[in-house]
């Protein structure tokens, strides 16, 4: 038997972004990635976002509290890695 669907439901399938939609869309995303280093941008995106946006949210949300406990003014390197940690 095949579940059924609440009515009005879409399934929506989305392909992950492309290196070069990734520097395009993240800095326009959130103001934490606005002045952000377009390498470090990448490296997030190479080491731990792979183009799923859903990631960059949580991502963005963890790099957002290390910015706030560190007095950082932008991510870096470092500090991403510990935002990579928190992923779930």
Known sequence: MRPQRPAGHI???FTRLTPAEVL????LFHPVWADADPADIAFADEQAAHGNFRTWA???????TALERTGRPRPD????RWA????A
Do not use: G, I, K, M
């Open 58 to 64: 949580q991502l963005t949300a963890h790099t957002r």
């Open 77 to 80: 390197q470092d500090l991403l």
């Open 11 to 13: 399934w929506q399938q």
């Open 84 to 87: 990579f940690s928190r992923l």
């Open 24 to 27: 395009e869309v993240v800095p």
